[in-house]
């Protein structure tokens, strides 16, 4: 069949090369990399390869750190070199400005805790009593034995755990106490040596390394605005509150989750302010001096975006989903902000994931 000449990673992990006026996605590929199709399906308007013969490889190819890698649905970067990992991954985002014709002029500085080992939060199958994940491109599960990107304490407590379980369990660890859960009521994390408690159905992030860089960033953009008062949307159980009220900044958490309004009190106490409300069906945003945005995947959104820029001089918007972030961007231009800084931050190596961290300011 075809000889294709890998010419990037796209947003799905995928390689994209062309031949005999063809698009092929070829999974487990590296740019520059030129393979011969085995085998492809096709979908829409392009062909995914399911097997390929690689004819030359990338020096940047190396062998996948985890036995599992190419079954488990997971992973999809982890044949290249960390460092080309995250080359990929700015590069996409690039390239995701460009498609929106946005040019920002400031190249996004790439930010990572690390590859292995990291993560103390993952979701987990109960399978016969093992650990498992799905399959790749499949709903089949498949037992995990290792997970080189887990905390090897976690893994260890994880497949302890599972054979008392059933269906998909929400796992979290606290590497500094050691406390895992399901299985305490009330987990304590630590984050830039703050102790910061979580409940049960709380959101956190993947990992306390990661989640230290977030709230770093943030208190470094807080101490060169100085800012005296916050309004902290999605605040879930108060990480980024904590840090903003213990510099004795006026804080206003914002969150629907009842177990997170709950950890919000446990770790703010009177310090700071919470009101129980979806952000999403805010109406008005008292007027303050930073606004600090950890929204889910479908970002901020067009109505809450106005909101905020009525709402704030400074805005931290903190993205899971690039593409979202991205369109709600020409919000935020429309309103008179620009782009102040910009971080890409890979808190899920050897995926296609990452986050992106953006401090946004209006003109003047």
């Known amino acids: 069949m075809a000889k294709v000449e890998?010419?990037?990673?796209?947003?799905?992990?995928?390689?994209?090369?062309?031949?005999?006026?063809k698009t092929f996605f070829v999974p487990f590929s590296c740019p520059g990399e030129i393979v011969e199709v085995k085998s492809?399906?096709?979908?829409?308007?392009f062909f995914y390869v399911e097997d390929f013969e690689l004819i030359e490889a990338s020096p940047e190819r190396r062998k996948p750190l985890c036995p599992h890698y190419g079954i488990c649905g997971g992973c999809s970067l982890q044949h290249l070199s960390y460092p080309a990992q995250l080359k990929v991954k700015k590069a996409v985002f690039t390239e995701l400005l460009k498609q929106n014709r946005i040019s920002l002029g400031?190249?996004?500085v790439v930010i990572t805790p690390g590859e292995l080992g990291m993560r103390t939060r993952a979701k987990f199958f109960a399978l016969k009593g093992k650990p498992a994940y799905r399959k790749k491109r499949s709903n089949d599960l498949v037992e995990?034995?290792?997970?080189?990107?887990l905390d090897p304490v976690f893994f260890e407590k994880i497949k302890a755990d599972i054979a008392k379980r059933r269906g998909n369990i929400q796992y979290e660890y606290s590497k500094i106490t050691g406390g895992f859960m399901p299985g305490t009521k009330v987990l304590e994390k630590s984050v830039n040596g703050k102790i910061i408690k979580i409940r049960e159905n709380c959101f956190f992030q993947s990992s306390e390394e990661g989640a230290s860089i977030m709230a770093e960033l943030l208190m470094r953009e807080v101490e060169e605005t100085g800012a005296g008062t916050a309004a902290d949307l999605f605040c879930g159980s108060g990480l980024f509150s904590l840090f903003l009220a213990d510099k004795g900044i006026k804080t206003t958490g914002y969150e629907i989750v009842p177990d997170s309004c709950a950890s919000f009190a446990d770790n703010l106490g009177d310090?700071?302010?919470?009101?129980?409300?979806?952000?999403?069906?805010?109406?008005?945003?008292e007027k303050t001096d930073i606004v600090v945005a950890d929204p889910p995947r479908e970002g901020l959104g067009k109505k809450l975006s106005e909101l905020v820029c009525g709402a704030a001089d400074t805005i931290v918007y903190i993205a899971c989903e690039p593409p979202n972030l991205v369109r709600d961007l020409k919000t935020f231009f429309e309103k008179g902000f620009y782009v102040k800084k910009l971080y890409l931050l890979d808190l899920f190596p050897d995926t296609p994931h990452f986050e992106i961290f953006a401090v946004l300011r209006r003109n003047f």
């Open 271 to 285: 310090r700071a302010k919470i009101v129980k409300i979806d952000a999403y069906k805010l109406q008005k945003l």
């Open 40 to 45: 492809a399906v096709k979908e829409k308007s």
């Open 6 to 21: 890998i010419a990037k990673i796209i947003s799905n992990g995928c390689g994209i090369g062309w031949a005999e006026g």
């Open 144 to 149: 995990i034995k290792e997970c080189p990107l």
């Open 106 to 108: 400031t190249e996004p």
